[in-house]
């Protein structure tokens, strides 16, 4: 998903901010991601990693860590864990949507192979794992490990529920704060607790990334429909991949018996046609399900802003205030 868009981007004033950290992240990244003895695993890694993502999680790592004072180098070793438990997350994704473009490039399961996307994508979860018990903090290990697993396990439970018509909401949040929130709240944790931090502080980290992971899927499921190829997709995957996002679900509960019987048909039995997509997307305006989705990634900013509100004073702090305002200006 991308983060352009024209003007002063927070991003990118945070990016400037960290850019020496950043530095070292990127070098312990490439050092990491090599094998002596087989020479596929930088290839596949370095198609993805060099393809321009914004590496918004490692950023909130650091983040955290220097607003929170932290002095010392784990938190280079630790938004390197994030970056790479991300990478992998991808790598696997792409196999299992089948999907043909990642960050406006084709995927490395296209170029090679899927057997080779997931053996690598394997590969950075160990090499993520080898990261996180360097810095010697089981509370670091705790966090990031469950993150793993809770993003695994999203990722399963939109299996079952991505091509269900009584898919809710409720599930949908749940699959959300599996699959994209859990590593955008551990990336912000672990840098209050290598820190220090106390517990309310460290609290604190955590709603902030929980809430913004959670807005920031529900608008990249929107731009799906709302967006342009220019985000770096191809508008309309998630359509033809029969997932139900929130808008659709928003969609279904409003809909009426043939529009149940269109969304039945295109999701759940994935008979498509032409000019499906566009029937979607009328249908979606008609009962105003994009708006309504974009009103819930503005509420879960607001929450993302109140617990960052409750932290101290800091130039850095100010900053992932804007970033929370940025990830919905996109549809905004």
Avoid at 18 to 33: F, G, H, P, S, T
Avoid at 203 to 229: E, M, N, P, T
Avoid at 250 to 277: H, M, Y
Wanted: one cysteine or more; hydrophobic letters at 45%; a negative charge.
């Amino acid at each position: 998903m991308s983060l352009d868009k024209p003007a002063v981007k927070p991003h990118d004033r945070l990016a400037s901010l960290l850019e020496e950290d950043m530095a070292q992240v990127n070098a312990l990244i490439a050092k990491r991601m090599a094998s002596e003895h087989a020479p596929r695993i930088p290839e596949v890694t370095a198609h993805l990693v060099d393809a321009g993502g914004k590496r918004l999680r490692p950023m909130l790592t650091l983040a955290a860590a220097k607003m929170c004072g932290y002095v010392g180098d784990d938190h280079i070793k630790l938004a390197a864990t994030v970056e790479f438990i991300h990478t992998a997350t991808l790598l696997h994704d792409d196999v299992v949507d089948e999907s043909e473009k990642r960050r406006g490039r084709p995927t490395a399961n296209l170029l090679w192979d899927n057997k080779s996307s997931v053996l690598v994508g394997d590969y950075l979860f160990a090499r993520s794992f080898q990261l996180m018990v360097e810095t010697g903090s089981l509370r670091v290990l705790d966090i990031l490990s469950n993150a793993a697993a809770t993003i695994a396990e999203g990722e399963v439970l939109q299996l079952s529920a991505a091509q269900d018509l009584r898919t809710t909401e409720a599930v949908y949040l749940q699959v959300v704060r599996g699959k994209t929130a859990a590593l955008f709240s551990a990336a912000t944790q672990v840098g209050g607790v290598i820190a220090g931090k106390d517990e309310a502080q460290i609290k604190a980290l955590f709603d902030y990334g929980d809430a913004l992971g959670i807005a920031f899927q529900i608008v990249d499921d929107l731009l799906d429909y709302w967006g342009s190829d220019a985000t770096g997709k191809n508008v309309g995957d998630d359509f033809r991949e029969r997932k139900l996002t929130m808008p659709v679900i928003k969609a279904v509960a409003k809909a009426d018996p043939e529009e149940r019987a269109f969304w039945a048909r295109t999701i759940e039995k994935g008979r498509q046609s032409d000019g499906d997509l566009e029937n979607a997307v009328a249908l979606m305006n008609k009962h105003g399900t994009l708006e309504a989705t974009r009103g819930e990634a503005n509420d879960w900013i607001a929450k993302a802003k109140d617990a960052l509100a409750t932290l101290p004073d800091h130039p850095i702090r100010d900053l992932l205030d804007e970033l929370a305002d940025y990830v919905v200006a996109r549809v905004n």
